[in-house]
């Protein structure tokens, strides 16, 4: 049973360009949330997707948007980039449930780097 | 706001016991969580903890809970150099399905 997978591992943009990040669910999970982690700091949560909507969001630009695609799978965009965009970020998946073991499960992250 | 606060660094040597120690700021917080995180790897779940517990324990790790004074620690028992790794505390007023605020992570160093 694969875990949550994302792609690219690594990117390299420069400034003003658009980047699309990917990511696949653990198998099971239809909740897909997204998260920045800067260099030294802790994740940052950017949103969340559910039945292929956004449902929460956190305090980040409207740059930053998403997709998520009826088989849970889910991208992540960010527009016209910033050097403080470069981060690794890290996609999470969860499905609803009534404890605290439906916790999110993180993928190993895809590292942006802007310059 | 909600704030999660911890140590940055904490160093100790194999054999001995850690503990990181965190604080956080949301009374509602329902669940608490410790995350490990290895060098260039996401994170990975290590134990949880619901706001009506004090303790629990899960082989070398317990985790205490104070929610009077909304602090939590994680106490690793017979530390291992495969311990090294940043440490995240995070909470989050119910689970699974809403976003989890962290802490900015402690750096543990294991000496041989």
């Known amino acids: 049973d694969a875990g949550v997978t994302q792609s690219p591992t690594h990117l390299i943009k420069t400034r003003g360009q658009q980047v699309t990040l990917r990511c696949s669910p653990k198998?099971?999970?239809?909740?897909v949330s997204w998260y920045q982690q800067a260099l030294g700091q802790g994740p940052q949560f950017i949103f969340q997707y559910y039945e292929e909507e956004e449902r929460q969001r956190g305090n980040f630009p409207d740059r930053f948007s998403g997709h998520q695609f009826p088989n849970y799978s889910s991208e992540l965009n960010v527009n016209a980039l910033l050097l403080g965009d470069s981060a690794l970020y890290l996609c999470?998946?969860?499905?609803?449930?009534?404890?605290?073991?439906?916790?999110?499960?993180f993928g190993p992250g895809t590292r942006l780097t802007v310059t | 706001g909600e704030d999660v606060e911890q140590s940055l660094f904490l160093s100790v040597r194999e054999g001995d016991s850690s503990v990181i120690n965190c604080t956080y700021t949301d009374s509602s917080s329902t669940y608490l969580y410790w995350y490990k995180q290895e060098p260039g790897a996401g994170l990975q779940l290590l134990t949880y903890i619901f706001s009506n517990m004090d303790m629990k324990q899960d082989q070398r790790l317990t985790v205490l809970l104070n929610k009077k004074d909304k602090h939590l620690s994680l106490r690793i028992a017979d530390t291992q150099t495969g311990d090294s790794a940043i440490y995240f505390c995070?909470?989050?007023?119910?689970?699974?399905?809403?976003?989890?605020?962290f802490g900015k992570g402690t750096r543990l160093s294991v000496i041989a």
């Open positions: 198998s099971g999970h239809d909740t």
């Open positions: 995070a909470e989050t007023p119910n689970s699974g399905n809403t976003p989890l605020v």
């Open positions: 999470a998946s969860s499905s609803p449930g009534t404890g605290g073991e439906d916790e999110q499960y």
